[in-house]
């Protein structure tokens, strides 16, 4: 088991950037692919961004394509979420998750760990 914490989150203008943090702590990090999911009241948890182990392959939504970017540094067991040009609709609870196994995965099932989320708000 992966323990997760997230960090990060905040109030931010619209435009705005933010990054968030995940650092991962009990079983071997590196053979994990990493996810970050969003989920705002009302709605199903939404994969934003996942990272293959080795970083070789990433997997973005639509809705956030070119405006976040998602990063690992397996040495220092942290994953990170670089977000750009935020939109009030980018409001949402995100989480981060890992899966050991390789490739990437898309569905919140898919994936075994995850942390207690950060909040992140857009004000228009």
């Known amino acids: 088991q992966v323990q997760l914490v997230e960090s990060g989150g905040g109030l931010v203008q619209a435009g705005g950037s933010l990054r968030l943090s995940c650092a991962a702590s009990g079983r071997t990090f590196t053979y994990h692919t990493m996810g970050w999911f969003r989920q705002a009241p009302g709605k199903e948890r939404e994969l934003v961004a996942a990272i293959s182990w080795a970083s070789d392959r990433t997997y973005y939504a639509d809705s956030v394509k070119s405006r976040f970017t998602i990063s690992r540094d397996n040495a220092k067991n942290l994953v990170y979420l670089q977000m750009d040009k935020l939109k009030p609709e980018d409001t949402a609870l995100y989480y981060c998750?890992?899966?050991?196994?390789?490739?990437?995965?898309?569905?919140?099932?898919?994936?075994?760990?995850w942390g207690q989320g950060t909040q992140v708000t857009v004000s228009s």
């Open positions: 998750a890992a899966r050991r196994a390789f490739g990437i995965f898309t569905s919140p099932r898919e994936y075994e760990d």
